[in-house]
């Protein structure tokens, strides 16, 4: 038996008034996510632990079956290892948004759709202007920013503390940015320390803050994270891409965003986990999921006009997936557009992106291994759901189904979020799911 998970990002939803007080799920009917539920059985899932923000980072390492309190080291380091970056010891990577602001508040958490072509100039400028050593003397560098995909990139901060406090910039919507700027863990604030570049070098081992292989405190790091952020709103609205944004009366790129930031994680890979499966793969255009599949052993796919976008090659990554069904064992098939709808707080794009997720990529993966001669094992799930009327991830349990041919149905109907309470897995809770999903054999 192989295996294979369809997880749409954020796709689990809240009644919403306008659509006869149904959620989204329920008022799309998604064709061949129905016949799977009827055909299948379901249940629902707890995707975040006690304790952990319910961002795709958790719930998505959850959903694979890793321990969190064991693993848990925040975006950057898994997004350094889909970006191809070998963190070393003493590195500290954090996500980094670019984002747009207006009138003090956080206006959209992507920087108006941005484009990696465009990014990369942004993020090129930031390391000229930046990114230099804290002090010249040799082997004082400490900031460095890394291109990844869109508005989602990675900063390095050689010895930075990960006991800070950030705010993910798509949790914030609308808010004023200045109190959401970086801060020291509570039970790090005694350490009042400001970050300060007048350093007299690195030589002074045991008296300087910046020595090469000492880390940072959380205080020190929060201020250097918050100076990053309002030198970057100096300079990116006079670069020639916000400039021209700007004349045409569009929202620019204008202000860097950390968060979600820790060292290298160590991470078993499923293989380890699951002797039952020889290889996997993971087809995703975000590079949290490719890091997060990295570390898990799984291969990548990367598909072409894979955006994270509703846009996106739904039936490239359909196609990759029934290709990889040939070699491997296990796939792991990661859509990101009901997220960004969610996010973005648009009721209709959410529903076509639902739409577009089943018939696009579902309908050709579900004809394809009904054709296999090795039976396929197929799961459906959200990571968390992305309300479009609150437009923040929330931390509450999704609906799932598992199917194969032959498998003995329950009584769920249709695939949402009301219908699976009722399914015959009941709630399962983080690495269950995938512990029964790998059971059928």
Known sequence: MKHIIILGDGMADHKVASLNNKT??????????????????????????????????????????YDLNKVYEGRGPLEAASIGYDMQDDDFAIRCNIITLGDGKIITHNGGNLET????????????????????????????????????HLLVIKGGNKHIVCAPPHDHPNEPWR?????????????????STDVEGCAEA???????????????????????ILRSQELLPKHPYNLAKAAKGERQANSIWPWSGGYRPSMQTLMQQFPEIKSGAVISAVDLIQGIGRYAGLRIIKVPGATGLANTNYEGKAQAAIDALKTDDFVFVHVEATDEAGHDGDVELKLKAIDYLDKRLIKPILEATEQMDEPVC???????????????????????????????????????????????????????FIQEFMKIQ
């Open 206 to 228: 045991n008296s300087t803050l910046y020595t090469l292989h000492s880390k940072l405190s959380p205080q020190q790091t929060a201020s250097l994270l918050n100076e990053l």
């Open 117 to 152: 072509d465009d990014a990369r100039r942004l993020i090129d400028y930031l390391n000229e202007h930046l990114a230099k050593p804290i002090n010249e003397r040799e082997g004082c560098e400490r900031v460095k920013f890394i291109t990844g995909i869109q508005y989602r």
């Open 378 to 432: 197929i799961a459906i799930l959200p990571d968390h759901p992305t309300p479009v009327e609150l437009r923040i991830h929330v931390n509450e349990p999704v609906p799932f189904i598992i199917w194969h041919r032959g498998i003995e149905a329950d009584s769920v109907e249709q695939y949402d979020e009301v219908s699976c309470v009722a399914g015959s897995y009941g709630l399962l809770k983080l690495q269950q």
């Open 24 to 65: 989204l799920l329920e008022y799309a009917r998604p064709e061949y996510m129905n016949r799977l539920a009827r055909e299948g059985r379901c249940g629902r899932l707890i995707t975040v632990p006690e304790g952990f923000p319910p961002g795709s980072e958790v719930a998505n390492t959850a959903i694979l079956g």
């Open 179 to 195: 109190p959401l700027l970086v801060k020291p863990s509570v039970e790090c604030r005694t350490e009042n320390v400001e970050f």
